[in-house]
């Protein structure tokens, strides 16, 4: 069974940035594809960023392309999420998703291709 456990959420003024982060433990991180969704209030979760198991092909959605990196470290099981020039918008409950252990040489973006999922972090951004 995989664990995800989010980190680094908190308050931030806009225009700002922060940086999440994601430890897997129970499972082959390195084997799997990974995600970030991000929850607002009376909002469905969104997709916000993805990654192959590699590190390579980032994908992300339309609304941070060029504020967000999504990044892994393998080594260390943990995958990343740097955040800049945050905006009002971004404020959400921000999730971290491990897929099966499957190699896919894609980025997954929709949700019912994760199986596992951490409790989620708040991210708050005032103006």
């Known amino acids: 069974q995989v664990q995800l456990v989010e980190s680094g959420g908190g308050l931030v003024q806009a225009g700002g940035s922060l940086r999440l982060s994601c430890v897997a433990s129970?499972?082959?991180?390195?084997?799997?594809?990974m995600g970030w969704f991000r929850q607002a209030p009376g909002k469905e979760r969104e997709f916000v960023a993805a990654i192959t198991f590699s590190g390579l092909r980032p994908n992300y959605t339309d609304s941070v392309k060029g504020r967000f990196t999504v990044s892994r470290d393998n080594a260390k099981n943990t995958l990343y999420l740097q955040m800049n020039s945050m905006k009002r918008e971004d404020t959400a409950v921000y999730y971290c998703a491990a897929s099966k252990s499957s190699y896919s040489g894609r980025p997954y973006t929709g949700r019912d291709e994760y199986d596992y999922w951490g409790q989620g972090t708040q991210v708050t951004v005032s103006s």
């Open positions: 129970g499972g082959t991180f390195s084997s799997r594809a």
